[in-house]
C-alpha cells in the first residue's frame, strides 16, 4: 500500500549498509517508521529528505510495522537551524519528547502543529527557551497530565496563596499544602505564566521577553511537572542544560 503523509522527521539513524530508519510525525498518521534506503549515501535521492527536523510530504510502501521510504518532497529542512549548534540542541530536545511520548499510530494533529510551529519560531530567532517551555507544556497536556493551575487540587478553592505541587498535578492552597510537603511557593504571577504556556498556542507567540530569574522558576515548576509523570533522563535534556549553565 502507498502511502502519502505531511511529516516531521523526529528521529533519524543509521541503519545497515547505508541507510537510515526515520520515525515520522505525520499530522493525520501519528507516529510512524520508514526505512530509507541509501539515505547514509551522499548521493542518494533520499539523502536531504532523511535528516531531522525536515518537513514535508513523505511517500513510502507499507506493509507490516516498518514503511519503505518511495520519494518525498521537501518543504521545509530547516537548514539553518540545523547548522547552528544552540538551536539544533533545542529543537533535539523537542524532537527527543516527542518520540518518547508518542505512541505508534497515536493521532495528534494539534501537538504537530504545535512542534511545527516551535520549529518555525526557533528558525526566527524567538527565546529558545520559552518555545521549549511552551512545547513542554503541550507535551505534558496532550500526554494526559494536564496540570490544574486555576483552583486547589485538593479542595477546589479559589481564594488566598497557592503552592505548586507536580505529585498532586497542579495548585495546592495552604490549607491542603500539608498533603504534598514538597510543593513549591510560588508567586502568583508565575501561576499565571504558567497558566498563559499551557494554552497559548506557539504559532502566536511573539518576541516574548522574561526576566532570567522567572525563566528559572519557570523551569524549575515545569521541569517538576514533567519528571512527576513523565520519564525524562533525555540525552538532549541535559545537553541543554550544560549549554545553559556555561552560557553558550
Ligand atoms: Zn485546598
Redesign the pocket.
Known sequence: MLVRVEAIVIRSIDYGEGNKILTLFAKEAGKVSVMARGAKKLKSRHTAISQPFTYGEFVFFKSGQMGTLSSGEIWNGYRRLREDIRKAAYASYLMEMTERTLEDNERKPQLFEQLKASLDALDEDKDPQIIVHLYEMKILDMSGYRPELGA??????REGRMSLSAQLGGT??S??RSADPSALEVPESAIKLLRLFLDMDIRRLGTTQLKPETKSLLKECIRRLLDAHIDVRWKSRSFIDKMEKYGI
Open positions: 486547589c487540587v485538593s479542595c477546589g478553592t495546592v492552597c490549607r491542603c
